[in-house]
């Protein structure tokens, strides 16, 4: 047939809210997750794991578990395959050596892998399996002062140390000092789906359905771990069940591949919510000193931002907390140091706005602090510190609408009539009031390639190995689609998640659409330019593939990044400490909007997080042990259902052309700042400081 007609031009579908084209398989149970696929002889793997802090395998006594029923192989560190050291997704990665060495670095580590005829009698076998350990004695108490907190190596994107100006002579010079401490607490990521992958060998190539945050980069890293060619590893992840960054590569894909070689038949594992709580990161806790310095009238002096953070014994892992303060105010001098310590724990990783999120809780309740001890208004402080350059690089922003955020804000949650008094209002039992805190969130793409397909039948296939966790990425990726391709949206079908469609960026850094939706636009527009050329188009259709390796590479370098401004209510019990947040609203600066529906979706969804975080989210380690007291979802409390009250989200006009989707992203964006803007408002409730996390009753009580 011959070559549809491309009108120039673009369809309008970008801007637009659209549902999620794979919502109707989601809610009818259509869609299959990694967990779910059927396959002919499928056999199962179940973790078992260290119930030890430190120390070696002494013995592993696999000849009464092998003769359980169903029982078809017990994998340990005697037994099963070498991997490549020194490999992984972001340099060398020591947590997915599993089962190479009779050492056990914290608990809950994997030990063996017990493979089965069914996933019960898996279970049972290794729930059977006896361990034993030579112990050695195992730290686990996270502090500040920990005698062995050290300086990490630079890396990026952040360096460990900025200094700007004299903040000591700063410091001594100013009219009013701020200078507190405030932690977080080990949190958990806790996707609703379970990390899950089946592994098999088909035609002499590896193929592993997984739930994951990235497929091409994990296929190319499991070929590197077994010492395979790149091209004989598949990796799909069709639809994934959230990870808020635990879902790199993790042990279970690694066993599903070992026992899938080893036994020569499909082996799916899927870890326990438990496992989840071990094997999977968990965001660091942090201790954060900030000391601000500032003239009466609030103009900032110096701001020192120190962050300790853990990380495991095998694996450093950096917490970049005081990123926020790297961008967000000015002052005449700026210190910001990242702090670690190793310890007999888990190795901690990404978790939504890492660094942003848990640095964002400390300088903003610092602000928050300023503002009382100046007598200004918080937002008046805050803007009162707009920068024209970022504070630590002095690089110019390319675009920044912080003002426009706090100013939309506050009109619409009614600011302005707010009484600055802590500990006045009362609404019956009640204590009830408001706090601000800003939001920021680096806005980066990375090089990714995308192919654009003219079928034969007059309709297109765009394939990207991008991956939708949750987010509506698809749907997004559907309408850049259509908009660059100028076709009907009917006529335009996305494919993702597929490690053939080659190289592209990670669900992670709230990067993934910017830099898809780039790759998409180039190759459709590739596309459109041999169409024009093309008088037939053949039955295999026309394909072009686009890489933006080196438009990314080419751009001149900028401070991007989104902004917003949140505020919240809170009512606090006198009597029992319950803190109730009654509204939560944001306002954002994001760069583009592809898709108005997903895209509050997500930052509503920051917001519910960031709320769990204010209130809830705490996993207790027990020193004695070395393990986690509340490692299950009946222990580690998120926000459900009844925490959560109505929360508006919404954005302000945020043109950016330094990417030509003019996409920021806004996956994380929605958690930075809630927590401070929540702490701040049980300060205005209650006269009390909330200078740790979570607000738990017991800490409101306290005067
Ligand atoms: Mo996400 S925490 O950017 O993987």
């Known amino acids: 047939m011959t070559a549809p007609s491309l009108a120039p031009g673009r369809t309008g579908v970008v801007g637009t809210a659209r549902t999620r084209l794979e919502g109707r398989a989601k809610v009818t149970g259509a869609a299959r997750y990694a967990g779910e696929v059927p396959f002919a002889e499928l056999a199962h793997g179940w973790v078992a794991t260290s119930s030890v802090a430190r120390g070696r395998i002494r013995s592993i006594d696999t000849e009464a578990v092998l003769a359980m029923p169903g029982v078809l192989a017990v994998l340990h560190h005697g037994n099963a395959p070498r991997l490549r050291p020194g490999v992984g997704l972001f340099g060398p990665d020591a947590t997915l050596q599993v089962l190479q060495d009779d050492r056990v670095p914290h608990v809950g580590w994997p030990v063996a892998l017990v493979v089965a005829e069914t996933p019960e009698q898996a279970r049972a076998a290794a729930e059977a399996l006896v361990v034993t350990y030579d112990e050695e004695p195992h730290d686990v108490a996270f502090s500040a002062d920990h005698p062995g907190v050290y300086t990490p190596e630079a890396r990026p994107p952040a360096p460990p140390d900025v200094e700007r100006g004299d903040v000591d002579a700063e410091l001594a010079g100013s009219a009013v000092v701020v200078d507190e401490e405030y932690t977080t607490p080990e949190e958990y990521q806790s996707p609703m789906e379970p990390h899950a992958a089946v592994a098999r060998w088909e035609n002499g190539r590896l193929e592993a359905i997984d739930s994951n945050q990235g497929s091409y980069a994990i296929a190319q890293y499991i070929a590197q771990l077994f010492f395979l060619d790149a091209a004989s590893v598949r990796v799909t992840s069709e639809h994934v069940g959230g990870a808020f960054g635990a879902k790199g590569v993790r042990p279970h894909l690694v066993f599903a591949v070992m026992a899938a070689t080893m036994l020569d038949r499909p082996v799916r594992v899927v870890l326990t919510r438990r496992q989840m709580f071990t094997m999977c990161g968990l965001r660091t806790p942090t201790a954060q000193r900030i000391r601000l310095g500032a003239d009466a009238d609030g103009r900032l002096r110096a701001v020192d931002h120190e962050s300790v953070s853990y990380s495991s014994a095998i694996q450093e892992f950096v917490e970049q907390s005081t990123r926020p303060t790297r961008v967000l105010y000015a002052t005449d001098a700026l210190r910001a140091r990242t702090r670690l310590v190793r310890l007999d724990v888990p190795t901690p990783t990404f978790m939504r706005a ?11 309740s610092a602000m928050d602090e300023l503002a009382e001890r100046t007598g200004l208004d918080p937002i008046t402080l805050r803007l009162r510190n707009e920068p024209a350059v970022a504070p630590a690089s002095g690089l110019p922003f390319s675009s920044r609408n912080l003002a426009a955020c706090f100013e939309e804000g506050a009109r619409r949650f009614g600011w302005p009539d707010r009484d600055p008094r802590p500990g006045v209002r009362r609404d019956g039992r009640w204590l009830v009031g408001t706090g601000v805190a800003a939001s920021a ?7 990714s390639t995308a192919t654009a397909t003219a079928e034969a039948d007059g309709t297109f296939t765009v394939r990207i190995a991008a991956a939708d966790i949750g987010t509506g990425a698809r749907t997004a990726l559907h309408q850049i689609a259509v908009d660059a391709l100028a076709a009907p ?46 008088d037939e ?48 609203l944001g306002v954002f600066a994001v760069g583009r909007v592809v898709n108005p529906l997903t895209a509050r979706s ?14 809830h989210e705490e996993g207790v380690r027990d020193t004695a042990s070395g393990s986690l007291v509340n490692g299950d979802l009946a222990g580690y409390h998120v926000a459900s ?63």
């Open 354 to 364: 890492p660094g942003w999120a848990p640095g964002s809780y400390a300088l903003e």
């Open 441 to 447: 969130h680096a806005a980066m793409t990375a090089p």
């Open 489 to 534: 949206p009917e006529a335009v079908r996305v494919r993702i998640a597929d490690s053939d469609f080659g190289p592209a960026q990670f669900a992670g850094g709230s990067m993934g659409t910017a830099s898809w939706g780039w790759a998409i636009t180039e190759a459709a527009a590739a596309l459109r330019e041999r169409l024009a050329l093309a």
């Open 537 to 584: 188009i053949p039955a295999d259709g026309i394909t072009v593939r686009a890489d933006t390796s080196e438009l990314v590479r080419a751009r001149q370098p900028v401070e991007r990044h989104g902004f917003g401004a949140q505020f919240a209510e809170v009512a606090v019990d006198p009597a029992s400490g319950e803190v109730r947040v009654r509204r939560l």
């Open 602 to 615: 997500q930052l509503v969804g920051g917001m519910i997080m960031g709320l769990s975080m204010a209130l």
């Open 641 to 703: 259902n009844a925490d959560v009250p109505p929360i508006e989200a919404d954005w302000v006009d945020d043109p950016d052309t330094h990417n030509p989707t003019g996409i920021k992203g806004l996956g994380e964006i929605g958690i930075v700042g809630t927590a401070a803007a929540v702490a701040n408002a049980v300060w205005h409730a209650t006269g009390t400081r909330q200078r740790h996390l979570p607000i738990r009753l017991d800490r409101t009580l306290t005067r």
